[in-house]
């Protein structure tokens, strides 16, 4: 298990951190569960877009780019409350890599675009 951590903030976004590394997993990422407990989180790296089919639950996804030179990740883009079904992130340029949270996670954490992630997988 890994983290999510706001570098800039002094905050978590996930204690717990699941890495969807396989495309089958990526694809899977959180169908199929009831909920996403606080804390948790799903890491889905290389990622530029998701969406909602099958989901149960609502998520708020976090939009980082590539590592910089201290291996830190910046927020290129931040979705709160992405509803299920109908919710859909399409691509965001320059993101490599999102975390899906449990809603409300944005905000508890303070996260905004710029900010610096460290994602430990």
Sequence with gaps: MGH????DRGTDLAVRLETASSLWAQF???MGRRAL???AG???PGTNGIHMMFMRFAI???FVGRPDADGSRRV?????RLPTW??????ILG???VLELPVGTIDASGTQVGDRLEVIA
């Design 37 to 39: 407990p606080n804390g």
């Design 4 to 7: 999510a951590r706001n570098l």
């Design 60 to 62: 708020d996804a976090v």
């Design 95 to 97: 993101a490599n890599g």
């Design 28 to 30: 899977m990422g959180l």
């Design 42 to 44: 799903m890491w889905l």
């Design 76 to 80: 290129r883009s931040l979705h709160r």
């Design 86 to 91: 109908i919710g859909l992130v399409p691509l």
